[in-house]
């Protein structure tokens, strides 16, 4: 089992940048492939970017391709999210996931194990 904490969230204008963090606790996280979700106000979640276990593998939603990158550090149990050119569309809360298996997947119900999330607010 593993244990999920975002942070990094915040209040932002449009055009900035945020970077989300995710720590990762109990069983090794590398053994994990990761994943970032969003739900915005009366929306649903939604997927946002997945990343392998070994980070060689990255899957992105249309929405987010070319302005946020994924990345992670297995040393460090660390989970990432640079959110460049950030819009008002992507005021949101940001979760992370993990998920046991060997393919990114953008399904909320393919994975296992959920942070508590945190707020992007990005005003325009």
């Known amino acids: 089992q593993v244990q999920l904490v975002e942070s990094g969230g915040g209040l932002v204008q449009a055009g900035g940048s945020l970077r989300l963090s995710c720590a990762a606790s109990?069983?090794?996280?590398?053994?994990?492939?990761m994943g970032w979700f969003r739900r915005a106000p009366g929306k649903e979640r939604e997927f946002v970017a997945g990343?392998?276990?070994?980070?060689?593998?990255?899957l992105f939603a249309d929405s987010v391709k070319g302005r946020f990158t994924v990345s992670r550090d297995n040393a460090k149990n660390t989970l990432y999210l640079q959110m460049n050119s950030l819009k008002p569309e992507d005021t949101a809360v940001y979760y992370c996931?993990?998920?046991?298996?060997?393919?990114?997947?953008?399904?909320?119900?393919?994975?296992?194990?959920w942070g508590q999330g945190t707020q992007v607010t990005v005003s325009s």
């Open positions: 990343i392998s276990q070994t980070g060689r593998t990255t």
């Open positions: 109990g069983r090794t996280v590398s053994t994990y492939i």
């Open positions: 996931a993990a998920r046991l298996g060997t393919m990114v997947k953008v399904t909320s119900h393919d994975y296992d194990y």
